[in-house]
């Protein structure tokens, strides 16, 4: 084996010598480009020494013999390497690959413990956040039609909100995003809703009033639920009324008292109310209406609850409220009835009213119980008592219809 280093001016040049010397097979070991004013290429080969053997050819081109080697000068003649200077030479190399080759083995184990789960992490993470942000702006519009059912943008934004954390990892159809969603909202809503259930004498009271602002319904509904207690439940009910204001009040109730066919008392001062209390100590249900007036007029309000307290007994008291009531609205009839103490609502009109939002908003606003609905003016037909379901329902009639 002989190694050579062979110079020239041009790569060509030095290939060409170098196999001129060493022959066919020399086997290039590096080859590198000296600049300078005397710039030439290095080239060191090692040859397995054949070349030498024909004589011939040896003394024709003059392999060996350093000065016709290259037709450069003597500066950059070739010079020879042993095998010893060459390993010695390669040693940083081979060193050099070694480290290189631990650092590949090194990294693909970091990367497979660390980098990649890291990247799983991010990916779900990026996979994730776009799904919440396609989950949110495909709920947009559900957002916009609760506003139009009448919710307030509070309880609007906290279910869509809702909705989509719990969406927002779904991998659905784009088309059955909406309908899914909805559903999603409905089933929050119908979860929110509170209820009472209905009036159910003896369970704590037998006195139920009725309470709320003019017009309401509180005639009405007090005999829609004294011809059921009376006519299906068979109940000892009586009538009493405290509205001695409006003018034709007490005959509407007496013709109410008459068709159902239980006693009417009309009670509007405290020594009446108690008189009326002692008369029908044994009556299963005592319902009282209370004048529509207690809503604007605080005196009103303050000769009422004297009255009322004359009972001495406990009493459930239901604020009615119409479903046609703006949010305001309704505001100023849970602030100017909060000193009657109701632990129960009554939403009446719901059949007049197109955004049932309203029934969701009180909710939230009061926190009271629903008890029952009424949608009608037929005594004792238009009513119900309140369910959640039928609530969502009809909240969303209008979407669903
Ligand atoms: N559409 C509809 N009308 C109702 C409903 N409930 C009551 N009404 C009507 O509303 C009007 C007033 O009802 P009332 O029962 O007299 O109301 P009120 O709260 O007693 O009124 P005041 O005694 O003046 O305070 C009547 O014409 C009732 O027929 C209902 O659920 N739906
Ligand atoms: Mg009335």
């Not at 290039?28 to 030498?52: C, F, H, L, Q």
């Amino acid at each position: 084996m002989e190694t050579r280093q062979f110079r020239a001016k041009t790569m060509s040049e030095a290939l060409r010598e170098t196999r001129k010397a060493l022959g066919a097979d020399a086997m290039i070991i590096s080859a590198r480009t000296m600049d300078g004013p005397s710039g030439y290429v290095e080239v060191t080969a090692v040859g397995n020494g054949d070349n030498k053997k024909p004589a011939g050819l040896g003394a024709k081109y003059g392999i060996g013999k350093k000065k016709e080697a290259s037709p450069v000068s003597d500066d950059i003649a070739p010079q020879l390497l042993n095998d010893e200077q060459i390993q010695k030479s390669i040693e940083p190399l081979k060193r050099e690959m070694m480290s290189l080759r631990k650092m590949i083995a090194d990294l693909s184990q970091i990367t497979n413990q660390a980098v990649l789960p890291g990247f799983n992490d991010l990916r779900t993470l990026i996979l994730e956040s776009s799904q919440e942000q396609e989950a949110s702006r495909l709920l947009g519009p559900i957002y916009t039609e609760l506003l139009d059912l009448g919710l307030i943008p509070e309880i609007a934004r906290d279910l869509v909100r809702t909705a989509e954390l719990k969406l927002g990892l779904k991998t659905v159809d784009r088309k059955d995003w909406m309908s899914l969603a909805r559903g999603m909202v409905r089933e929050l809503i119908t979860q929110r809703i509170k209820l009472a259930g209905p009036m159910v004498a003896g369970e704590g009271s037998r006195i139920f009033v009725f309470a709320g602002p003019s017009g309401v319904g509180k005639t009405t509904t007090l005999a829609k639920v004294a011809s059921r207690m009376a006519l299906s439940e068979g109940l000892d009910v009586v009538i009493i009324t405290t509205d001695t204001y409006r003018v034709g009040s007490i005959d509407q109730s007496r013709r109410y008292a008459e068709l159902i066919g239980v006693p009417l008392v009309v009670a509007d001062r405290p020594e009446t109310m108690a008189n009326a209390l002692r008369s029908y100590a044994h009556a299963d249900v005592l319902l009282i209406d209370t004048p529509g007036r207690a809503f604007e007029n605080e005196q009103v309000r303050t000769m009422l609850q004297d009255v009322l307290f004359a009972t001495g007994e406990p009493m459930e008291t239901h604020l009615l409220v119409s479903a046609t009531f703006s949010t305001s609205q309704q505001e100023a009839v849970i602030k100017n009835f909060a000193p009657m103490h109701p632990s129960r609502l009554i939403m009446t009109k719901i059949d007049e009213c197109v955004q049932l939002g309203s029934l969701v908003n009180i909710q939230h606003m009061t926190d009271l119980p629903f008890s029952y609905l009424t949608r009608g003016h037929r005594v004792p037909e238009d009513i119900e008592v309140a369910g959640a379901g039928r609530i969502a329902q009809l909240l969303f009639r209008t979407i669903m219809e």
